[in-house]
């Protein structure tokens, strides 16, 4: 079993920043991949970003590029969520999973993991 827990999210305005942390504890030793999903209301979850232990390579939804940047510490079991420039269409529901499976970072069925989520509000 793998717990995530995360933090950081909150309200914001267009424009401004926050910086998401995960950090994963139990059997994190057999942790292939630490992403991180939204969900906004009506939508189904995405893909946003994540760190394959296996290699370090770091994956970014192309649409969030530039804006969002992904890290994490592997040693620490933690992974972080870096968003600056946010805007409202932003607005969801944030996830950290954890995948121990190989398998593509980007598909939501890879991860066997899931933490309870944190509330990313952007006003306009």
């Known amino acids: 079993q793998v717990q995530l827990v995360e933090s950081g999210g909150g309200l914001v305005q267009t424009g401004g920043s926050l910086r998401l942390s995960c950090a994963a504890s139990?059997?994190?030793?057999?942790?292939?991949?630490l992403g991180w999903f939204r969900q906004a209301p009506g939508k189904e979850r995405e893909f946003v970003a994540a760190?394959?232990?296996?290699?370090?390579?770091?994956f970014v939804k192309r649409s969030v590029q530039g804006r969002f940047t992904v890290s994490g510490d592997k040693a620490k079991n933690l992974v972080e969520l870096q968003m600056n420039s946010l805007k409202p269409e932003d607005t969801a529901v944030y996830y950290c999973?954890?995948?121990?499976?190989?398998?593509?970072?980007?598909?939501?069925?890879?991860?066997?993991?899931w933490g309870q989520g944190t509330q990313v509000t952007v006003s306009s």
């Open positions: 999973a954890a995948a121990t499976r190989f398998g593509s970072v980007v598909l939501s069925n890879s991860y066997e993991y």
């Open positions: 760190i394959r232990w296996r290699d370090a390579n770091s």
């Open positions: 139990g059997r994190t030793f057999s942790t292939y991949a």
